[in-house]
């Protein structure tokens, strides 16, 4: 069996690649963690390289698909470190190029995310909505439970609207400048299932967001699905 962690190198990670080479890369990267169920727990886990993979190579996919399209004027570049930003853009496209600098984040529950794929790599499957309960600890051993309880439509559009303005919340009242970017990656599969609450959940949002003194040039939230591009700026 091969070992997860040599499934994705640094260098293969942070080449530079135009929107179309990177969306055709990362679902290939993805394939390599469906070999095992090891190397699914150690995606699923976030270990390694994983992280970055999940919270910033597949954001940017996202947002330059949705923005940039096909274009060959454009390359990503993922950037990795503890600098002020996740990836790197240049722009082409209007003869004079321009650099963006963008720094990503997720809109996500955090540690009851994690929780969440600790059940399902220990029983093959775990509930998306179910409240968590956690005896023990992880060192000497702990048991979660998930209770099958599901979650209605408010509910649903009122945790869209709570983890997303959270995220917005962690990077205000910082320093970043007029060619930063930042971007939200949000599962809209999940937390968006009736798209007719899309709109409501965005001016709430947007609303929300014009009290934070979030120091960017541009705001996005970007949806898991591909499908959902939302420009707060």
Not at 43 to 57: D, M
Request: with cysteine; proline share 3%.
């Amino acid at each position: 069996m091969k070992d997860p962690s040599t499934f994705l190198s640094a260098e293969e990670m942070t080449k530079r690649r135009t929107p179309c080479e990177l969306n055709n890369w990362v679902p290939t990267v993805f394939d390599r963690y469906r070999e095992s169920n090891e190397a699914k727990a150690y995606l699923r886990l976030k270990k390694g390289l994983c992280k970055q993979l999940l919270e910033e190579v597949w954001p940017l996919a996202l947002l330059a698909k949705q923005l940039f399209g096909s274009s060959d004027q454009v390359i990503c570049e993922p950037v990795l470190g503890n600098q002020k930003y996740d990836a790197l853009i240049e722009d082409h496209r209007g003869g004079v190029p321009i650099q963006i600098k963008v720094e990503f984040t997720i809109a996500g529950n955090g540690y009851d995310d994690h929780l969440r794929m600790e059940v399902l790599n220990e029983k093959g499957s775990a509930s998306t909505y179910g409240d968590l309960s956690v005896s023990g600890t992880q060192h000497t051993g702990h048991k979660i439970d998930i209770d099958q309880s599901g979650r209605d439509r408010e509910e649903l559009s009122s945790n869209a609207m709570r983890i997303i303005i959270k995220a917005l919340r962690g990077k205000a009242d910082r320093r970043y400048g007029l060619n930063h970017w930042l971007c939200v990656k949000f599962d809209d599969r999940i937390w968006l299932p009736n798209k007719d609450d899309m709109e409501a959940i965005r001016a709430s949002v947007l609303s929300e967001k014009r009290a934070l003194n979030l120091d960017f040039a541009k705001i996005f939230i970007v949806g898991s699905s591909g499908e959902l591009l939302w420009d707060l700026t």
